[in-house]
């Protein structure tokens, strides 16, 4: 019998985050006093209210098959969201709950990619969006954004990346890990590529409720022309802190909701019930409890950022929104892998290298900033302290 994995996923690579994350649970379990910065599992309780109304729809029974597509009352919930705090029109019917943002994303690209379409992914890029796209018999395209022209997105870069197999763009806004939030000359920049050459936008804006300072974040779906052209995939993961909840969603044009609606029952069944009358108290009630949690965020990121520009060599622009900073640090020409396996060695401090997010970015890592002040002291302390080792 011949026990091979499928040829195209024998090439895919593990999620280099997950890979960091299991290597620091074995040094942990092992001893070491590890802290970890390499993740983007924010550090805060899911609130209270979201936890008791699970409770709650698991003692009245909400544990058995629900449709496929999510629980009227959420899908309702959501498309009111969506409508007021985005500007977008979205009917319950065009809405599918996922066990997550990851199957939303998969959801997403399996209803519109046929075997050696090409979509582009904008670098740097969340470490799993070109691995989704192979496992949907796509092929990724990468269109690397400039550290010295602070991540702009231009219309040459996006036109100089399109085929005539090109299919879709994949949009993180705000992204990971740069912090980098679209303006309006971005947005129109992706609006002329994706008219002109008829292409498809899967939007995910898992981050949109963590945005500091003067920035504004605004839904892609929301901008004239790109209404009927965009999916939108969100995550209550990072927002209201329940990423071990897995509850996400996928808002699409009417053409894609039936085979979108398809793949999600053959794929999940459905995303359990109990699970999704949380996710309405998530939007109803918990707006309070999400701002402290971005405002407290806030002030980590300035914390962080002002202490690793004091480093000499390290250079760490001030993201505009997520939780994480994306520094470039050149010492003794290490690469960004051997600086994170260094960082682990001599600091017991994790950070994810650059290059997962593309391979543009050999000289940055990624923190997390979903820790404790006194955590993210202790850890930029051993970080300064490691880097001055370095000759």
């Known amino acids: 019998m011949n026990l091979q994995s499928a040829t195209m996923l024998q090439a895919l690579p593990e999620s280099k985050t997950l890979s960091i994350l299991n290597k620091v649970t074995l040094l942990k ?29 698991m003692k009245l029974g909400m544990t058995h098959y629900v449709s496929s597509n999510g629980i009227p009352e959420l899908r309702n919930e959501i498309a009111h969201k969506l409508k007021t705090e985005n500007g977008v029109n979205y009917d319950p019917s065009q809405i599918i709950v996922t066990a997550g943002g990851k199957p939303a994303l998969y959801v997403a690209l399996k209803s519109i990619i046929n075997p050696g379409d090409e979509v582009l992914v904008i670098n740097p890029a969340w470490v799993s969006f070109e691995p989704l ?5 796509g092929h990724a395209v990468s269109v690397d954004l400039n550290p010295n022209d602070h ?20 949009v993180n806004n705000p992204n ?8 309006n000359e971005e947005f129109h920049n992706l609006r002329d590529v994706v008219i002109e050459k008829d292409l498809i936008i899967i939007a995910d804006e898992v981050y949109e409720k963590l945005v500091y300072g003067t920035h504004q974040f605004t839904s892609l779906a929301s901008i004239p022309g790109l209404e009927n ?29 039936p085979a ?35 405002s407290i965020y806030d002030k980590r990121i300035n914390q962080v950022v002002t202490y690793l520009n004091q480093i000499p060599g390290v250079i760490c622009p001030h993201p505009e929104g997520a939780f994480y900073v994306f520094p470039e640090i050149k010492f003794r020409n290490f690469d960004s892998i051997e600086l994170a396996n260094y960082l682990l060695d001599e600091a017991k401090v994790a950070v ?40």
């Open 29 to 57: 379990q092992e001893g070491h006093d590890i802290i970890n910065l390499a993740g983007g599992d924010p550090d805060f309780n899911t609130p209270n209210m979201i936890i008791e109304e699970a409770e709650n729809a």
């Open 176 to 183: 990971n890990p740069t912090g980098r939030v679209l303006t």
């Open 352 to 391: 994810t290298p650059g290059i997962a997010f593309g391979s543009s970015y050999m000289h940055n890592i990624r923190i997390s900033c979903a820790m404790s002040e006194g955590e993210l002291e202790e850890a930029l302390s051993r970080i300064e302290k490691a880097l001055n080792k370095i000759e």
């Open 133 to 137: 796209i192979t496992m949907v018999g």
């Open 260 to 294: 979108a609606s398809n793949i999600q029952g053959h794929l999940a069944t459905c995303t359990p019930a109990f699970i999704q009358k949380a996710g309405v108290v998530a939007l109803k009630e918990a707006k309070e409890e999400v701002e402290h949690m971005r």
């Open 151 to 170: 991540f702009k997105l231009t219309k040459d870069l996006l036109d100089a990346a399109c085929t005539e197999r090109t299919k879709a763009i994949i």
């Open 229 to 257: 052209l965009t999916i939108t995939v969100q995550s209550f993961s990072k927002g209201h802190a329940m990423t071990g909840w897995r509850l996400g969603y996928l808002a699409l044009p009417n053409e894609l909701v």
